[in-house]
T-cell receptor, first 116, second 112 residues
Framework: NAGVTQTPKFRVLKTGQSMTLLCAQD?????MYWYRQDPGMGLRLIHYSVGEGTTAKGEVPDGYNVSRLKKQNFLLGLESAAPSQTSVYFCASSYGSGTGPADTQYFGPGTRLTVL | GEDVEQSLFLSVREGDSSVINCTYTDSSSTYLYWYKQEPGAGLQLLTYIFSNMDMKQDQRLTVLLNKKDKHLSLRIADTQTGDSAIYFC????????????FGSGTRLSIRP
């Protein structure tokens, strides 16, 4: 079991460029999440998905799009990168979103993105 | 909206106990979590407590919950250098649509 994997690990973009971050999980989890982590601000939810073919907005969705075409993959896209999107991006997955500890989230190792 | 607050830094001497504190605002919280993030890695669940409990112990870790004051703490006994990390408090509300709300994290550093 690889758990949750993310590619790439690092990326530098110029303002206005686009890119896609890939998250993959092999735990057959229904729920997947994209967060960004900024110093002193903890994790903020960008978008999430409650199953294949579904997506929903989180706390800070502007400037990002997502797709969940396959259950095991959750893609985060930046169409026109801005310096404010410089951050560390974490993907997570969970079995469900219920109130049990079994629904806890498992995190990937993160992608460090710098936008110049 | 819901909020989770923690102090940003804590420094303790090796072998002492560390106590990391957290306050939250959501009175409907059902589960409260502590996650650990080591440098360059993602978050790992350390422990959790259900809201109808006031204490949970797991080896060197003790979680205390004061639901009246909406205060959660994590005590690490006999702190070791391997405990150096950022510790995140998080809470989840009652609704199944609730998402986990994370605090900003407390960076724990260990002095020799």
């Amino acid at each position: 079991n690889a758990g949750v994997t993310q590619t790439p690990k690092f990326r530098v973009l110029k303002t206005g460029q686009s890119m896609t971050l890939l998250c993959a999980q092999d735990m057959n989890h229904e729920y997947m999440y994209w967060y960004r982590q900024d110093p002193g601000m903890g994790l903020r939810l960008i978008h999430y998905s409650v199953g294949e073919g579904t997506t929903a907005k989180g706390e800070v969705p502007d400037g990002y799009n997502v797709s969940r075409l396959k259950k095991q993959n959750f893609l985060l896209g930046l169409e026109s990168a801005a310096p404010s999107q410089t951050s560390v991006y974490f993907c997570a997955s969970s079995y469900g979103s219920g109130t049990g500890p079994a629904d806890t989230q498992y995190f990937g190792p993160g992608t460090r993105l710098t936008v110049l | 909206g819901e909020d989770v607050e923690q102090s940003l830094f804590l420094s303790v001497r090796e072998g002492d106990s560390s106590v990391i504190n957290c306050t939250y605002t959501d009175s409907s919280s059902t589960y409260l979590y502590w996650y650990k993030q080591e440098p360059g890695a993602g978050l790992q669940l350390l422990t959790y407590i259900f809201s109808n409990m006031d204490m949970k112990q797991d080896q060197r870790l003790t979680v205390l919950l004061n639901k009246k004051d909406k205060h959660l703490s994590l005590r690490i006994a006999d702190t070791q250098t391997g405990d150096s990390a950022i510790y995140f408090c998080a809470e989840k509300g009652y609704s199944s649509a609730s998402k986990i709300i994370f605090g900003s994290g407390t960076r724990l550093s260990i002095r020799p």
